[in-house]
């Protein structure tokens, strides 16, 4: 037994001393053939990019590391750079390409590239190129003669390779944490953007004598993936921070997903007016769960136009708040409703239908006068906006962008409301007509009481109504509001307090000799309102519509301008007469102290 043992262990050692023997060899002939072949692999490696790219692009590296025993290598201090005197000539030609590229990193891993099949089946097939931390830099310079061209190189590279090879193929190339630079040269002053932490995947990459006029690929790709995690940057202004996290997107699919968005003020409410040194609008934004889908990759990498069919947001909130007890900027706000917004964004935008689901709205202000902060909300807004556009081929075949949303006023009445926008219109026309059903009238003190020294004491809206045709200097159109058991009382701001008393005698004449308690009344008689207001230009487009309806509103109900001017007018005469009274009380105490 001990016999048998020892012979299978000589045996065992003779196999493993020629299998040590065999890959040493194999070792020693990979390491010969790297060392014989890397000048001709440096060669080849620089001509092919040279061909490839019709001479446009050449390769600069330092070194080359090859192991043929593992199908591995690596190339050092890789620099892809562009000839702009050929760029020149393509231009002449009406060959260049809308983009250019700089590429520059200190490794490239070139892994599996199966180098006996070369001399076999005369194909090079990579398993993967790994590019670590490159610095990419995309200048762009639009030509007319690219304006239909098909997302294929204008020159086959097969044309090249087919000298000595049938195939070279990539099964994947990753770029990891890439840091891109690009640069719009389409106007006077080119412009530059940079965003870092990128990955990008590039799928399937093939040259063949059918890939460069095959539909299914992009610049001879299946597919392009792109991701970008926990990003944020600040604002020119240094107001703000954007945040994206998990953004991915997939050119075969056309379909681009952001977990969370969002735009995130750097001061607190009260701090952000302050900091500006006059009262401004401070926007607060939260968005979860966004796609984008048929989003055209090879449009807008050769054009950086955004076109897709569909986006859909859900979930996320939208916060607009302004502090009106700072000084106003006296700044004429022209041009800044959000369709002309949208007009004003450089690159082409056409998202065909956006779809929401369940985002909070508010707009709040603090009152100069109140010392207070009212707040309106819409709550679970939900619905669709057409033709977001600022293409002028989009805006020829309908220039109207369409938004249909139903929201929950204060988180109770019911509000379906629809607006018109005109994409065209110098003076920002647009309209809008609702309905808002069932809301009790005591939630809209949140608003009414600190900006419009006014508490809904009772009162139940069944149905308000209304058409409205507005610009940027004006709104007209009419309302109808539906009521129940209205009562009010009138508010004023007690000096050295940060609290509102009410009048009460004024609240009791208000409602006994002004205020409509019911609309239609006892006999059925339903008064309805015609709206016309004039905007104040430095006022934002939240709260022109708000107070355009407020308006309405108050001229139902018989808060007509000469009732509250009345109103107002018997208030001041009865603080002078109380004004006047403590006054001679007071001459009548230092009369008696005389005595």
């Known amino acids: 037994m001990i016999?048998?043992?020892?012979?299978?262990?000589?045996?065992?050692?003779?196999?493993?001393?020629?299998?040590?023997?065999?890959?040493?060899?194999?070792?020693?002939?990979?390491?010969?053939?790297?060392?014989?072949?890397?000048?001709?692999?440096?060669?080849?490696?620089?001509?092919?990019?040279?061909?490839?790219?019709?001479s446009l692009y050449r390769i600069e590296f330092t070194r080359v590391n090859t192991n043929f025993l593992l199908g591995n290598a690596s190339v050092s201090d890789v620099k892809i750079i562009p000839d702009t005197n050929i760029f020149n000539k393509l231009i002449t030609l009406k060959r260049a390409p809308n983009n250019i590229y700089e590429v520059s990193l200190k490794k490239l891993t070139i892994r599996n590239f199966h180098p006996w099949r070369i001399y076999r089946d005369k194909k090079l097939n990579v398993g993967q190129l790994l590019f670590e931390h490159p610095?990419?830099?995309?200048?762009?310079?639009?030509?007319?003669?690219?304006?239909?061209?098909?997302?294929?190189?204008?020159?086959?590279?097969?044309?090249?390779?087919?000298?000595?090879?049938?195939?070279?193929?990539?099964?994947?190339?990753?770029?990891?944490?890439?840091?891109?630079?690009?640069?719009?040269?389409?106007?006077?002053?080119?412009?530059?953007?940079?965003?870092?932490?990128?990955?990008?995947t590039l799928k399937d990459w093939l040259i063949d004598e059918k890939s460069a006029t095959d539909p299914s690929r992009i610049y001879l790709l299946k597919d392009v993936l792109i991701d970008l995690n926990d990003y944020q940057f600040a604002t020119p202004d240094s107001l703000y921070y954007v945040q994206l996290n998990e953004l991915s997107f997939a050119?075969?699919?056309?379909?681009?997903?952001?977990?969370?968005?969002?735009?995130?003020?750097?001061?607190?409410?009260?701090?952000?007016?302050?900091?500006?040194?006059?009262?401004?609008?401070?926007?607060?934004?939260?968005?979860?769960?966004?796609?984008?889908?048929?989003?055209?990759?090879?449009?807008?990498?050769?054009?950086?136009?955004?076109?897709?069919?569909?986006?859909?947001?859900?979930?996320?909130?939208?916060?607009?708040?302004?502090?009106?007890?700072?000084?106003?900027?006296?700044?004429?706000?022209?041009?800044?409703?959000?369709?002309?917004?949208?007009?004003?964004?450089?690159a082409p935008l056409t998202v065909k239908k956006l779809n929401l689901s369940d985002v909070d709205i508010s707009y709040a202000e603090y009152d100069g006068d109140s010392k207070q902060k009212g707040t309106i909300t819409f709550e679970k807004t939900s619905g669709t906006i057409l033709n977001v556009?600022?293409?002028?081929?989009?805006?020829?075949?309908?220039?109207?962008?369409?938004?249909d949303l139903n929201t929950y006023m204060m988180g109770q009445g019911k509000l379906m409301v629809n607006f018109k926008f005109d994409l065209n219109a110098k003076n920002g026309a647009f309209s809008y007509r609702g309905e808002l059903t069932n809301l009790d009238g005591k939630?809209?003190?949140?608003?009414?009481?600190?900006?419009?020294?006014?508490?809904?004491?009772?009162?139940?809206?069944?149905?308000?109504?209304?058409n409205v045709i507005a610009d940027e200097a004006k709104a007209s159109?009419?309302?109808?509001?539906?009521?129940?058991?209205?009562?009010?009382?009138?508010?004023?701001?007690?000096?050295?307090?940060?609290?509102?008393?009410?009048?009460?005698?004024?609240?009791?004449?208000?409602?006994?000799?002004?205020?409509?308690?019911?609309?239609?009344?006892?006999?059925?008689?339903?008064?309805?309102?015609?709206?016309?207001?004039?905007?104040?230009p430095t006022n934002s487009f939240f709260s022109f519509i708000w107070k355009t309806l407020l308006q309405g509103i108050k001229y139902t109900v018989g808060l007509t301008p000469e009732k509250q001017a009345e109103i107002d007018g018997q208030i001041a005469k009865f603080e002078k007469m109380k004004k006047d009274r403590e006054l001679r009380r007071e001459a009548r105490r230092r009369r008696q102290l005389k005595k």
Do not use: C
Request: without cysteine; proline residues 4%.
């Open 389 to 403: 556009t600022n293409e002028q081929k989009v805006k020829a075949k309908n220039p109207f962008m369409i938004a």
């Open 477 to 536: 159109g009419d309302l109808s509001f539906q009521y129940h058991d209205l009562s009010i009382g009138l508010l004023k701001k007690v000096e050295g307090k940060n609290r509102l008393v009410k009048l009460g005698l004024f609240s009791m004449l208000a409602n006994s000799l002004v205020i409509r308690p019911d609309n239609p009344d006892g006999k059925g008689k339903m008064v309805s309102a015609a709206i016309y207001f004039q905007r104040d």
């Open 135 to 200: 610095k990419v830099v995309m200048i762009n310079k639009q030509f007319d003669f690219n304006e239909n061209r098909p997302p294929r190189p204008n020159k086959s590279p097969f044309e090249y390779i087919s000298k000595f090879l049938k195939e070279v193929s990539v099964d994947q190339i990753n770029l990891k944490d890439v840091s891109f630079k690009y640069v719009n040269k389409n106007d006077a002053i080119p412009e530059v953007d940079s965003v870092n932490k990128l990955d990008i």
């Open 251 to 346: 050119a075969s699919t056309g379909r681009l997903n952001i977990k969370k968005f969002g735009v995130v003020p750097r001061y607190s409410e009260m701090d952000f007016g302050r900091k500006v040194g006059f009262s401004k609008e401070r926007f607060n934004v939260q968005l979860s769960d966004i796609n984008l889908n048929g989003i055209d990759l090879p449009l807008y990498v050769k054009k950086q136009e955004l076109a897709a069919n569909e986006m859909n947001i859900a979930n996320g909130y939208v916060s607009v708040f302004n502090n009106n007890d700072l000084p106003a900027r006296g700044v004429v706000r022209m041009g800044k409703f959000p369709h002309q917004l949208l007009q004003l964004v450089k």
């Open 443 to 466: 939630v809209l003190n949140r608003i009414t009481k600190p900006l419009g020294m006014l508490q809904v004491n009772s009162g139940v809206a069944k149905k308000l109504s209304f």
């Open 3 to 54: 016999g048998k043992t020892r012979k299978a262990f000589t045996v065992f050692k003779w196999v493993a001393g020629v299998m040590f023997l065999l890959f040493v060899a194999a070792d020693a002939m990979s390491w010969y053939l790297s060392v014989k072949l890397r000048p001709v692999i440096t060669k080849e490696l620089k001509d092919l990019v040279l061909n490839a790219t019709d």
